[in-house]
């Protein structure tokens, strides 16, 4: 710790990531030795994180994420199609398709931005919020991938491409955000095309690594 930072907050930070990593939960006494300190330091940074929602405890005593945590999350969409914006629009401008930043929540991919070209007559109408499985889109299957090889894009990885299998029936081009702690992610395209150009994959995976900048 140094003179600039709270020995406090910075535990009070610690319980909350060790409850996310922690399927069933954690008592007082686990908390207490994972951060090695007594535990009527975990009771009072307990007391205060229930005070603001962000963690419960069951009746058995375990301290659990709480749904306050939800909803500081919800305020991270903003920030993220923020950040995304620049990189999406110059993608959708430059294939002439509309351009989407998606995140997983929960099991499902959820589109958080989406940039559609103003030059075109007709493009894919996408809109932000929508959800699906992600094993059904282009979105999706490249998050799933890079599941297999966390924190580094494979050569052989590329691009994941799906023809007249989107929801609307277009084709798409994504490629998975990689690098980031905490976020799983794609940046994608959907097109009309049914066979989607040789091009675009390559500019899809430079959109996705602009996008990881910005967001670091």
């Known amino acids: 710790m140094t003179a600039e930072t709270s020995q406090t907050l910075d535990r009070g930070v610690r319980v909350l ?18 951060l090695a300190v007594n535990r009527t330091v975990v009771y009072r940074l307990l007391a205060t994180l229930e005070q603001h929602g962000l963690v419960r405890r069951d009746i058995g005593g375990r301290a659990r994420v709480g749904l306050g945590v939800l909803r500081l999350a919800h305020r991270v969409h903003p920030l993220l199609r923020e950040a995304a914006l620049p990189a999406l629009r110059s993608l959708a401008e430059d294939l002439g398709a509309t351009a989407h930043l998606t995140l997983v929540d929960g099991n499902e991919a959820l589109a958080v931005a989406v940039v559609e070209p103003t030059w075109t007559d007709f493009h894919v109408a996408y809109r932000t919020g929508l959800r699906h499985p992600l094993s059904e889109s282009a979105a999706g299957r490249a998050i799933l991938e890079a599941r297999s090889f966390p924190g580094q894009r494979r050569p052989e990885q590329g691009c994941v491409i799906t023809r007249a299998e989107e929801q609307s029936g277009a084709s798409g081009a994504a490629a998975a955000l990689i690098g980031l702690s905490g976020i799983e992610g794609s940046v994608g395209v959907v097109m009309l095309n049914g066979l989607v150009p ?8 430079e959109a996705a690594t602009e996008v990881a900048d910005a967001l670091r």
């Open 198 to 205: 040789e091009r675009v994959g390559p500019r899809v995976i």
């Open 17 to 34: 990531k060790l409850l996310a990593d922690s399927e069933r939960g954690l008592t007082v006494t686990e908390l207490a030795a994972r």
